[in-house]
């Protein structure tokens, strides 16, 4: 195989890692996005339970 070939073969294969780089941050953006919107989303429902909690306490009372 030519210097030249082999040349041609190692952009080749740096784009391609590339590529696969940019798509693995992409799915860890769209990942930690969702993470972040599970997260509110349990705190909301944790602040729900405890007003909940606190409430029937109050009625048991």
């Not at 693995?24 to 997260?39: F, N, P, V, Y």
Request: glycine share 2%.
């Amino acid at each position: 195989m030519s210097l030249l070939a082999q040349t041609v073969e190692a952009i080749k294969d740096a784009m391609k890692l590339a590529d696969d780089v940019r798509r693995a941050g992409d799915t860890l953006k769209e990942l930690a996005q969702e993470i972040r919107d599970h997260d509110r989303r349990i705190t909301r429902l944790e602040a729900q339970w405890e007003t909940a909690s606190l409430l029937s306490r109050r009625r048991l009372e």
